[in-house]
């Protein structure tokens, strides 16, 4: 058997494994075994590529890969859970890099245009997800401000941006061999990166992870085109696919199209005229203790503040005694509820808290009528009831969390401040409202302590 | 040309094939789905390492070729091994107690 049909076959049954790791990925029960399975997939397909003819020396490869590996998994093993979205994001701009230098490496004397087409892709991809991973993970790490960024006339330079991407396009398909082309295009591909996610805010950060995560397999799909590799284009585009699905449903769950939340920070917030009337009423840790021991179920709707604050696992402890005190305890978590899809899902799985205790919004909402109390940690826009009421409110139409409808709610909040919309919070000032003020943590153990008393 | 014909028809067949699959996926499992695909993206270490060990001199697409397999090599297995802690952690009641 010749060793480019042994590859050929490699391929074949790493493509199903694969196709069988995100199906199984797919359920909580076997998604260890999926991500292993994935894992082995990808192992096959590179011990299968080193018997590549084309390969005749190893050692350079050999000292890339080990101190790729050294360096993944040091910061796999010591990245906080907390600080996973912008993780996620750094990982997704290396593998866009490595999809551009693929495009660049795969330039040869004598390629045809279809090949300069897909190697463009390539490169425009892949730059554009490594400087808008970048910029992303900036964000959400706090290295960049969170809020959008803008200058005067930015419209107009991204426009033109993107016509220059497409004159380069045709210019550089027709000669990809010309080396200032392809600086060109590098130069444009990276630089539009930078643009499209400085405008961006940090709530809408889980849409712009998605779409990038997205476009990292859509660039290893190209680079799959440009040097003829079916296996790249299988694994890219179940990426691709995979990406665009979790972007329509982060857009879905702020009831906003994406072009809406690409292209928002170009529009002024609209200011509402719409008043809310009522008092912000405040309350102490001991009566919330009070009023939490009468409770026979509570609800918990955690938020990003719940990971700033670093609360998970004070928020499990509390559980656990009111539990103890024969109360149900659930927990209630909104689609875009922290920094990217899943997050507050993965920071409870961190602190125990089991996953069938965690409600998706449409299983929550139902039983809110008859919840005691509703505690509110760090989450804001995503329990606005004006999305729901006040029509003309920025946020009216996205589907919220409706807290107001249970008994009591207690709000933990650090001040007044409004959410990221920059809008009120008609919540704060309901009749069954109150505000528990200061750091979550701090009044999850002041109630804590109640309780274990 | 017909081999891109060809390539084109896996492609439209995974996309359509990756849709369905993720379609289903809990949104408890967003984020290790996320971190999941992340790494699957580091598939272009392949292309990589084909152009890294061409030559055995270092020219300068060696060098590219190198930073690819160094860059896609963490992506792969940072993102992997990242998942795999983050899934360690997904327990359900039973499990739990």
């Known amino acids: 058997m010749n060793t480019t049909l042994f590859i050929g076959i490699c391929y074949v049954i790493s493509a199903a494994l694969f196709i069988l790791g995100l199906k199984l990925l797919g359920s909580p029960a076997t998604a260890r075994k999926g991500n292993i399975i994935s894992a082995v997939a990808m192992l096959i397909a590179v011990l299968a590529t080193l018997l590549d003819q084309h390969i005749i ?306 299983h929550i909402n139902p039983r809110m009528e008859n919840v005691d109390v509703a505690i509110v940690i760090g989450a804001n826009d995503v329990v606005n009831p004006a999305a729901r009421d006040m029509e003309g409110s920025p946020i009216y139409g996205m589907p919220v969390i409706n807290v107001d409808k249970a008994r009591t709610v207690f709000v933990m909040k650090r001040s007044m401040a409004s959410g990221f919309a920059g809008i009120d919070n008609p919540l704060f000032f309901k009749d069954n409202t109150r505000m528990l003020f200061g750091d979550a943590k701090e009044t999850l153990s002041q109630l804590i302590r109640e309780l274990s008393n | 040309m017909e081999i891109y014909v060809f390539l084109a028809f896996i492609l439209m067949l995974s996309i359509y094939l990756g849709f369905e699959l993720i379609n289903k996926v809990p949104a408890t499992l967003h984020t290790p789905l996320m971190s999941a695909s992340n790494a699957i993206s580091g598939i272009t270490l392949l292309g990589a390492l084909i152009i890294a060990g061409r030559t055995s001199s270092p020219e300068l697409k060696t060098i590219i070729g190198c930073a690819a397999v160094l860059l896609a090599t963490i992506n792969v297995i940072g993102g992997y091994a990242v998942t795999d802690r983050m899934l360690a952690m997904f327990k359900n009641k039973k499990e739990s107690k």
């Open chain 1, 57 to 362: 020396d190893y050692r350079y490869i050999a000292v890339s890969m080990a101190a790729g590996s050294v360096i993944g998994l040091y910061i796999a093993r010591k990245v906080a859970m907390t600080a996973m979205p912008e993780m996620v994001a750094l990982f997704n701009g290396l593998g866009g890099m490595a999809s551009l230098l693929v495009g660049v490496a795969a330039i040869e004397i004598g390629i045809n245009a279809f090949i300069g087409f897909t190697i463009f892709l390539s490169i425009l991809i892949g730059g554009v997800t490594f400087t808008g991973s970048l910029i992303a993970w900036g964000k959400l790490s706090e290295n960049l401000v969170g809020r959008p960024i803008m200058f005067k006339g930015q419209a107009v330079v991204n426009s033109v941006t993107i016509l220059l991407m497409v004159i380069s396009c045709v210019v550089f398909s027709g000669s990809p061999e010309n080396t200032t082309y392809l600086y060109v295009v590098i130069a444009l591909a990276l630089a539009f990166g930078v643009l499209a996610v400085i405008p961006i805010g940090g709530a809408d950060m889980p849409v712009v992870i998605s779409l990038l995560n997205s476009y990292s397999g859509l660039a290893a799909c190209a680079a799959g085109f440009a040097i003829n590799n079916n296996l790249l284009i299988v694994a890219g585009s179940l990426v691709g696919a995979s990406g665009i699905i979790l972007t329509q449903i982060m857009c879905k769950a702020m009831n906003r199209s994406l072009s809406n939340v690409l292209l928002s920070g170009f529009s002024a917030v609209k200011n509402s005229t719409l008043t809310i009337e009522g008092e912000v009423k405040a309350i102490s840790a001991q009566d919330a203790y009070y009023v939490l021991e009468a409770a026979s179920t509570i609800a918990i709707i955690p938020g990003y503040g719940m990971a700033v604050a670093q609360a998970q696992h004070a928020v499990k402890e509390l559980q656990e005694l009111l539990e103890k005190n024969d109360a149900e305890v659930i927990y209630g978590i909104h689609p875009v509820a922290g920094r990217m899809p899943g997050h507050m899902n993965v920071l409870l799985a961190e602190a125990d808290v089991s996953y069938d205790l965690l409600l998706e919004m449409d």
